[in-house]
């Protein structure tokens, strides 16, 4: 068991013991022990809607308490932990009305068993900031290839009607900030004048408790998503105009490559129970809930077609070569740049196949490694062996029942989605 605080009042003097164990969100602050320039009020977005504020404090608390309890073991055998987290929010009745609903649903999306607790604490006041006024809409860019073309797509729209978006990237790794800058200025560049706002939420725990004890490191996180989500919601809740998360459906089905990799390694971010059962809680809590994913019936390969087919196939190579789809970290321990993508991770592997269905040029630089370290490095990360046996073995609607596909969609629909998927696997030739 694992047991965890997220507070919005700064560390006490003398520190009580469980400081240790506790993430303090107090300012637009970085710190040893937590980075963020935004309060826990998100005061600098203008008047965010209460409880869309409770909902990024809870998501940020569940990513820290993510990233901190290391899991054990490997594959099928490390899918679950047990974390309690208490969370200051600005009001705890309404979350205590689904407490259990949302903690099964943080269960789904990371593997793990989830004991939530809400304590009221509003935090010091903070000044209202004004950010992206006439957007229409508000669009999530990670810095991959689906948000890249999601946020040009939708641009392009927008530029028809002589509109505007706001563009919401959250980093905790220096290196993605500058990449999700210059996609947004590619952005600019190819729909001018359509880009109101991008806001770049910087957002993390540190390294170290104010106790300087070091807290725990686990890499799997399968809640960053949560609080990317919940950042745009708020965002998105002080003028209420939509939030667009843009995936490819045959990613957020995401049907594991074997039984071993069910739970914890088949991410759920974009999931549609996952994002329809979250909305059905935002709803119940009075939050703003407008989330859609606009392309949940599509193929990665279908998405870069669509693109190709807006701006041209040299222009939508070359704007998707700037984006990054690895997944794999820690690849500077072994002398690799973190602009080299492995090209063997499932982001890479999934990227490189949609390239080559869509017939754009690839500009990605991947490893080509150099040495026993490297090589032994990309063998252990690889997923390729894995989609080669996931590819020969048929599928049926069964298979996909088991997926947790919401009964609103169509299996025979979602069938034709993961074929379509499959087959630009295929194109790499695996």
């Known amino acids: 068991m694992f047991e965890y605080r997220l507070s919005v009042l700064p560390p006490p003097s003398p520190l009580p013991p469980e400081a240790s164990t506790t993430f303090y969100w107090h300012g637009a602050v970085s710190t040893p022990?937590?980075?963020a320039n935004v309060g826990p009020l998100l005061?600098?977005?203008?008047?965010?809607?209460?409880?869309?504020?409770?909902?990024?404090?809870?998501?940020?608390?569940?990513?820290?308490?993510?990233?901190?309890?290391?899991?054990?073991?490997?594959?099928?055998?490390?899918n679950q932990r047990e974390i309690s987290l208490t969370v200051d929010v600005l009001a705890a009745g309404p979350w205590n009305t689904v407490k259990q609903d949302l903690e099964r649903l943080l269960g789904f999306l990371t593997g793990d068993v989830w004991t939530l607790t809400f304590r009221r604490e509003r935090g010091a006041p903070e000044q209202?900031?004004?950010?992206?006024?006439?957007?229409?809409?508000?669009?999530?860019?990670?810095?991959?290839?689906?948000?890249?073309?999601?946020?040009?797509?939708?641009?392009?729209?927008?530029?028809?009607k002589g509109e505007k978006q706001l563009l919401v990237s959250h980093w905790s790794s220096t290196n993605l900030a500058p990449l999700q800058?210059?996609?947004?200025?590619?952005?600019?560049?190819?729909?001018?004048?359509?880009?109101?706002?991008h806001l770049k939420v910087h957002l993390a725990r540190g390294r170290h408790a104010p106790t300087r004890t070091a807290y725990g490191r686990e890499n799997s996180t399968r809640s960053r998503s949560l609080l990317f989500i919940a950042l745009g919601l708020?965002?998105?809740?002080?003028?209420?105009?939509p939030l667009q998360l843009p995936e490819n459906g045959y990613a957020s089905i995401n049907p594991p490559l074997s039984r071993s990799r069910r739970g914890s390694l088949s991410t759920k971010t974009t999931h549609p129970k996952f994002l329809q059962d979250l909305v059905s809680i935002l709803e119940r809590v009075g939050a703003h809930s407008a989330v859609t994913n606009p392309y949940a019936m599509a193929t990665k390969g279908e998405m870069f077609r669509d693109l190709a087919l807006e701006v041209g196939d040299g222009t939508a190579g070359t704007f998707l070569s700037l984006t990054s789809s690895c997944s794999h970290t820690g690849a500077r321990t072994y002398g690799i740049s973190p602009s080299v993508a492995c090209g063997v991770c499932f982001g890479c592997v999934l990227r490189r196949a949609s390239f080559a269905a869509s017939g754009l040029s690839d500009d990605t630089t991947y490893l080509s490694p150099e040495g026993a370290r490297q090589t032994a490095w990309i063998e252990s990360k690889t997923v390729i062996p894995a989609m080669r046996d996931f590819l020969r073995e048929p599928l049926?609607?069964?298979?996909?029942?088991?997926?947790?596909?919401?009964?609103?969609?169509?299996?025979?629909?979602?069938?034709?989605?993961v074929e379509r998927g499959r087959a630009e696997l295929r194109s790499l030739g695996l």
Do not use: C, H
């Not at 991959?144 to 028809?160: E, H, T």
């Open 234 to 241: 708020a965002v998105a809740s002080v003028n209420r105009i």
């Open 396 to 417: 049926d609607e069964m298979s996909l029942a088991r997926l947790r596909v919401p009964a609103s969609i169509s299996l025979s629909d979602v069938m034709a989605l």
């Open 181 to 197: 800058g210059r996609l947004a200025q590619a952005i600019e560049r190819l729909a001018p004048g359509t880009t109101a706002d």
């Open 43 to 78: 005061g600098e977005y203008g008047e965010v809607q209460s409880r869309n504020i409770d909902l990024a404090r809870i998501a940020a608390g569940v990513l820290a308490a993510d990233r901190s309890a290391s899991r054990s073991g490997r594959l099928s055998s490390w």
């Open 33 to 35: 022990y937590f980075r």
């Open 128 to 160: 209202l900031g004004v950010v992206g006024v006439d957007a229409k809409r508000v669009v999530l860019l990670s810095g991959g290839a689906d948000s890249g073309v999601g946020a040009l797509m939708s641009a392009r729209a927008l530029a028809a």
